[in-house]
């Protein structure tokens, strides 16, 4: 077994991925990942990372009224047969997406920067308790991707051993928060969230109900998670509006 | 020898299936075709065919899964803004299938039900019913003979469909006050409205809060106690923490200081949730609040102080927390979070003091509140090279215009 070459141990192929070398260093650079396999390779998987996060969809502006098809590109992204790390790094990468998401909506804002809460300025009750409601919203959703997006990926069709046992757990605890939360939501008016409240309580329901290692029960899910758009919603939701 | 290998394996899986307990293969019912239609219809919000699907699913003695395709029907019937056939499917589901894992969730749609057509008796009946024994250990649906076909709807509602809010029942029974003192026998629950609950109906403590929660709009001071209870008393923190956003996201101010003592009394889990609540659906003044809690709290709920002080950006309370607190993890995050909060001005000022041990987490502070000017500002006059070498690695991660050229100049000149 050869160790890695030393120019990749110090750093210096994410420095070069990230832009961050001075121009003489990176040119050798250039002329080192020619000959080194090492560091080509680790930064052919900076590149894949990067492929997958940047494959992810503009949630900022979801194509009207179309909220399916996700499932099909988180497919096309994790389950395609792999070589070397790239399934192992996409994956990375999503478990990145949600840990951020989680990280983010902890702190209730959409940067690291927390901006002040929107406390009501009137004094009033209702936009406290409203923007209150979003907070929980935006978090609770986050946790629930941890549900959903392992359920999307795993393979329906594939070795009937192959246990969601994480993911029943989880949604049996989830499932009464997401009731509780959709219909605080409800009446508050906060109908975006409330209806991706809903669709998640469906996948949940059906989730912890599932008995075993039962692969069609598994499919069927996968169908309603697709069916309703709910990973793009759940991602579109907190940003877009509730 | 090669050719036997599969029919040994055939052989073996015939015996591994044989051998495998009843209980393993009753727990794998597999849903009829017809069952994932209905589910397929459900899952495209196609309600009329989904109830066609499952009104014959459910009426079928062959199919294996009608508790389930009883608790579909009555779902999507109220999808389909038929509330009082919700209602009666919920009703017959409970009586034929007593035991199946279906009814509870049934249950909590029959609260939701009883929420949208104001039938506050219903709700009331729900919070104050006694709580069940324990679930017996083989949970399985019990089978009936013969389910009843189906047919004219018996008329036992007494609302239409989607009735624009009814009037409340004239006597509204009047649920046990949880202020009454401990000596005095408890008040017995309503009798059930005959029309929505039977003899085969129960509750359970989610479905209370579930009732408690929607009760909360008409009868507050009835059921701020209530939640209170379950709250400081329940054995799961689960439950407790759900009483407690049931208090917190009313808004009300006696519900209010409820979550305040909750958070202060309250066992190590509860009051982390209240205290969450807190920061999230507290007033303006909450930070105070929240100060107190700090006080008196367990390291646990400190740091969920802390978090808390953060996402509503209180810079001036955890510029207290860093100033006052002796333990280092909670003194390190307080100045972290004090960053996450915006609260660059103040971590200079800490940093200004030159106590050795802020430095780092005041570093990374503002490195999250992106302070390219403060951090260069600290790699400018930082005398320690350690320090310095940190504060420029994370310009080098900020890569903002102004860090590059800082970096940059900073290159040339040495």
């Not at chain 1, 650079?29 to 503009?58: Q, S």
């Not at chain 1, 002040?116 to 409601?133: E, L």
């Not at chain 2, 008796?121 to 083989?138: G, K």
Request: glycine share 6%; charged share 25%.
């Amino acid at each position: 077994m050869t160790s890695p070459c030393t120019i990749q141990q110090r750093g210096s192929v994410e420095l070069f991925f990230y832009d961050e070398l001075d121009p003489a260093a990176r040119d050798e650079m250039v002329a080192h990942l020619r000959v080194c396999g090492d560091c080509a390779g680790a930064l052919e998987d900076l590149n894949v990372i990067r492929k997958v996060l940047a494959g992810r969809p503009d949630v900022s502006a979801p194509p009207a009224g179309d909220w399916s098809g996700f499932t099909r590109r988180l497919d096309a992204a994790i389950l395609r047969p792999s070589t070397s790390y790239t399934g192992l790094l996409a994956t990375a990468a999503l478990l990145a997406i949600v840990a951020l998401g989680v990280y983010v909506a902890s702190r209730g804002a959409g940067s690291f920067t927390v901006q002040p809460a929107n406390i009501a300025s009137d004094g009033g009750r209702t936009s406290v308790a409203t923007t209150g409601m979003k907070a929980v919203g935006a978090q609770h959703l986050e946790r629930s991707k941890l549900v959903v997006l392992g359920l999307a990926s795993k393979e329906a069709g594939g070795t009937p051993t192959e246990d969601w046992a994480y993911e029943r757990e989880l949604a049996t605890s989830l499932l009464k928060d997401t009731r509780l939360y959709r219909l605080a939501a409800e009446e508050r008016g906060l109908t975006s969230l409330a209806g991706v409240m809903r669709d998640l309580e469906l996948v949940l329901l059906e989730t912890s109900m599932a008995e075993g290692t039962n692969q069609r029960a598994l499919g069927q899910i996968q169908r309603i998670i697709e069916k309703r758009g709910l990973i793009e919603k759940m991602d579109a939701v907190p940003t877009v509006g509730m | 020898m090669k050719d036997r290998i599969p029919a040994v394996v055939f052989a073996l899986a015939l015996a591994g299936a044989a051998l495998m307990p009843p209980s393993v293969a009753a727990a794998e019912p597999q849903s009829s075709p017809r069952m994932e239609k209905a589910k397929n219809y459900i899952a495209e919000e196609q309600w009329s065919r989904a109830i066609d699907v499952l009104r014959a699913a459910s009426a079928d003695p062959k199919e294996r899964s009608r508790d389930e395709a009883l608790f579909w029907l009555a779902h999507s019937l109220h999808q389909a803004r038929d509330l009082s056939g919700a209602v009666e499917i919920i009703a017959q589901l409970e009586r034929n299938f007593p035991a199946s894992r279906w009814v509870k969730p049934a249950r909590s749609l029959r609260v939701e039900l009883a929420q949208k057509l104001r039938r506050d008796d219903v709700l009331w009946w729900t919070a104050t019913s006694p709580l069940p024994p324990p679930p017996p250990p083989t949970p399985a649906p019990v089978a009936v003979p013969a389910p009843p076909a189906p047919g004219p709807r018996p008329p036992v509602l007494p609302h239409a469909v989607t009735p624009p809010a009814p009037p409340p029942p004239p006597t509204p029974p009047v649920p046990p006050r949880a202020s009454r003192p401990r000596d005095v026998p408890p008040i017995p629950p309503p009798p059930p409205p005959s029309a929505w609950v039977s003899e085969f109906s129960g509750s359970d403590r989610d479905l209370r809060i579930q009732a408690l929660g929607s009760l909360m709009r008409t009868d507050a001071p009835r059921v701020i106690p209530m939640l209170r209870e379950i709250a400081l008393e329940s054995g799961s923190p689960r439950e407790a923490s759900r009483a407690v956003f049931v208090l917190a996201q009313s808004g009300r101010p006696d519900a209010h200081s409820t979550v305040l003592e909750v958070a202060k009394r309250g066992a190590e889990l509860v009051s982390v949730a209240a205290v969450r609540e807190l920061g999230r659906f507290g007033g303006p003044k909450v930070s105070d609040d929240l100060l107190q809690v700090y006080g008196t709290g367990n390291p646990r709920v400190k740091y969920q102080v802390v978090s808390s002080l953060g996402e509503r950006a209180a810079t001036g309370a955890l510029l207290q927390i860093v100033q006052t607190e002796s333990d280092r993890g909670l003194c390190d995050t307080a100045i972290v979070t004090l960053g996450q909060a915006g609260g660059r001005a103040q971590l200079q000022r800490l940093y200004a003091r030159g106590r050795a041990e802020w430095k780092r987490p005041i570093i990374t502070g503002l490195f999250n509140a992106r302070a390219e000017d403060e951090l260069i500002q600290i790699a400018d006059r930082e005398i320690d090279d350690e320090i310095r070498r940190e504060v420029l690695a994370r310009l080098r991660l900020l890569g903002t215009p102004k860090a590059k050229a800082y970096l940059q100049k900073v290159q040339v000149s040495r």
